[in-house]
């Protein structure tokens, strides 16, 4: 399968988005909303649920399915509001020892005049600086779209993981292709050179795993990630110098390793 049809797949309005994660992989899961700022960014869904027995807190990028949610959900672009919530309740976590796990699936932060007015470079940087120094386990899964600094600010991460037909980039294909070649139609081109697939990104280092898509959206298929989750937060809470290891695993990206030390 080329990279520009796992783009399109990662689009598709049929795949399961965060707020279907949350739902079939959590209990007792309670939603918790604002910024303390300015408002709530339906973009982002965040709060308080139980793995098996161990409470958690869960941020995820909510897409919508239907036209009408996707309007409410601006699309999975959230404002500098939602990036505000959701490293509120990622330090409430550290704060209680709550690990955190996060549902990433956007195409990039929202674009518009009022979120550049109040701060949206500012908002992804703070998380990105927060997010490596968090002291509880951090982990971020890619379910469909990773699209720029929209999806790193909930990316900075312990373990990171892709759905096998997810794609995770610094800009869109078709972005990319009408920056380089003034020609978005190019853009399946500009998919391969991106680099953008789950398997280019373990093959990189950039991530920890491919998760398999077989029975997507199936009862057995969200008790899978549950129980993988589960599993890997148990090996992360034993960990010693936690932040210290996040740091170097990002230090690492583009280097032979020695550099990283």
């Not at 079939?24 to 339906?42: C, S, T």
């Not at 709550?98 to 949206?120: K, L």
């Not at 009408?178 to 139609?185: F, V």
């Not at 199936?218 to 937060?233: A, D, H, V």
């Amino acid at each position: 399968m080329d990279a520009y049809t796992k783009v399109k797949l990662a689009r598709s309005s049929s795949r399961p988005t965060g707020a279907d994660y949350i739902k079939n992989i959590f209990r007792n899961f309670m939603e918790l909303h604002g910024d303390r700022r300015f408002a709530d960014d339906a973009a982002i869904v965040g709060g308080i649920g139980f793995l098996h027995d161990m409470p958690v807190t869960v941020v995820a990028i909510e897409k919508g399915h239907s036209a009408k949610e996707r309007m409410k959900r601006s699309f999975g672009a959230p404002n500098p509001e939602g990036y505000r919530k959701a490293l509120r309740l990622m330090k409430q976590a550290e704060k209680f020892r709550r690990p955190v796990i996060c549902f990433v699936d956007t195409s990039g932060a929202f674009c518009g005049v009022g979120a550049e007015e109040r701060g949206q470079g500012q908002a992804i940087a703070e998380n990105l600086m927060e997010m490596m120094t968090l002291d509880t386990p951090v982990i971020s899964i890619l379910i469909g779209e990773g699209g720029s600094g929209g999806a790193l600010a909930l990316s900075v991460a312990d373990r990171v993981w892709m759905l096998e037909n997810s794609v995770y980039s610094v800009i869109s294909p078709e972005g990319c292709a009408s920056i380089l070649w003034k020609d978005a139609k190019r853009a399946d081109e500009a998919a391969e050179t991106l680099k953008l697939t789950a398997q280019d990104s373990l093959a990189n280092g950039i991530i920890e795993d491919v998760i398999p898509e077989d029975d997507i959206g199936s009862k057995g298929y969200y008790r899978m990630i549950r129980e993988k989750l589960y599993s890997e937060i148990k090996i992360l809470k034993e960990e010693k110098d936690l932040t210290g290891k996040r740091y170097a695993r990002f230090r690492a990206f583009g280097s032979s390793g020695e550099e990283a030390k």
